[in-house]
């Protein structure tokens, strides 16, 4: 059995992603689009993860002989990726019309928090933290959040087979970073979203060192 890297490592090999790189490997060309090299535009964690999936998708569908434009391929993919039982399960139907498992090929569908850490970890790369144009601080708090909700779930999943929290795994998990002022007895929270729109925690105490 030949190990790989990480989940992602295993669905590149798996669906034989190397086949449809630009660059010298599909790796190459994950870390290159991330940091913006050999030509690539810099590209957030987030939509990457979106172009994986899609390319994996595509690959899918090519080796089913399953025709669709992009347009489609990318709300096919939404589809797959939806809240909505409903329009998930239809589309499921409909690939199953050409012998694909749709609900197994979502569960190989990147998350945030995975890619990111395949380019960090597996791959070793790294976006300056002092190129202005970089959102890395972005993308480690999705990491953060993304593991975090992940952790719940499992959680959540195990109460429910237990019997202590019923429909618990059927739950949408949110997850919020609240930041609390820094000047004691000062009660003051704000979401850290809000925080880095406005540039500041609390008003009364934004220059109090």
């Known amino acids: 059995m030949t190990d790989h ?18 660059e010298d490997g599909f790796d190459e ?36 002989n399953r025709k669709a434009i992009d347009v489609h391929i990318q709300s096919e993919y939404d589809a797959l990726q939806s809240d909505d039982a409903v329009t998930r399960g239809e589309i499921i139907d409909d690939l199953a ?31 300056s933290k002092q190129r202005s144009n970089s959102d890395w601080e972005s993308d480690k708090i999705e990491y953060a959040r993304d593991t975090m909700r992940t952790n719940v779930e499992d959680v959540l999943q195990s109460l429910d087979r237990k019997g202590e929290l019923p429909n618990g795994a059927d739950a949408t998990v949110r997850t919020q970073i609240i930041l609390q002022c820094h000047v004691d007895g000062c009660s003051t929270q704000t979401r850290l979203s809000r925080a880095r729109t406005r540039g500041f925690i609390c008003r009364a105490h934004s220059d109090v060192a």
């Open 97 to 127: 019309d050409d012998g694909i498992d749709g609900t197994e090929l979502t569960t190989d569908f990147a998350t945030r928090s995975t890619m990111y850490r395949h380019l960090t970890q597996c791959l070793g790369a790294n976006k």
């Open 29 to 64: 060309e994950l870390a290159a689009r991330w940091v913006g090299d050999h030509g690539f535009p810099e590209t957030a964690t987030r939509p990457l993860t979106d172009w994986f999936n899609t390319e994996l998708l595509k690959s899918v569908y090519d080796s089913h």
């Open 5 to 22: 890297c990480c989940k992602i490592g295993r669905t590149i090999a798996t669906y034989d992603l190397g086949e449809r790189a630009i």
